[in-house]
């Protein structure tokens, strides 16, 4: 059973994820990006009712959008001319969990780059990265035939003890916009591939009208 419970900024315990989890909430004061309106993201309709919030800079860096291999940028980034990142907290079987949406728009070919160049990166990883971080592609065309869906499993220390965490990734390009659904779980929790796998197809939709 999922339910929508709010934004992560309703529970600033937030979720530590290895190297990748500094949950900064950028409050209303702050404007939206321009390029991305509210409209291309997803909605409470998507969310089980849960309302988003805006990400700040550092929040999930690395995922947005999932640089598997690297420390630094993919080339692709020079062609982005805009990007935005919103995330939800939902219940998943009365546990929450934190969804993170990140929607770019790219010049020219630049998400078809990104989407090469990622896959060169996973095939290049093998499983594993630089930061020890275990990357695996669950299937390709979630959301049709540019898209990947992925997995990564980081381990990492926690209340003392080592503890390893799945993260769910959903990555689709929608013309000149590239589409990221992440399930970052809760605090050592792991995150759902079934709830990425609900939520990239009304992201796509709903990003469409970027492009």
């Avoid at 926690?158 to 659904?181: H, M, P, Q, S």
């Amino acid at each position: 059973m999922i339910a929508g419970t709010g934004t992560a900024d309703d529970r600033r315990t937030a979720v530590p994820t290895a190297k990748t989890a500094k949950l900064s909430i950028v409050g209303p004061a702050f404007a939206a990006p321009v390029g991305i309106v509210d409209e291309a993201l997803l909605q409470p309709a998507d969310l089980h009712g849960a309302r988003t919030g805006t990400l700040g800079q550092d929040s999930w860096a690395q995922l947005r959008p999932p640089r598997p291999g690297l420390g630094g940028s993919y080339p692709s980034t020079a062609l982005l001319r805009c990007d935005r990142a919103v995330t939800a907290v939902l219940g998943v079987n009365q546990t929450p969990t934190v969804i993170v949406e990140y929607v770019a728009v790219y010049r020219s070919d630049g998400a078809q780059r990104y989407l090469r160049e990622l896959r060169g990166a996973l095939a290049a990883c093998r499983g594993g990265d630089r930061h020890g971080s275990g990357w695996t592609v669950l299937s390709s065309g979630p959301a049709g035939r540019e898209s990947l869906r992925l997995r990564l499993r980081e381990s990492f220390e926690y209340a003392g003890e080592i503890v390893t965490k799945d993260t769910y990734i959903a990555a689709a390009r929608v013309g000149r916009a590239l589409v990221v659904v992440i399930d970052a779980g809760w605090e050592t929790g792991d995150g759902h591939r079934e709830l990425v796998e609900e939520l990239i197809t009304p992201a796509v939709r709903r990003a469409g009208i970027l492009h």
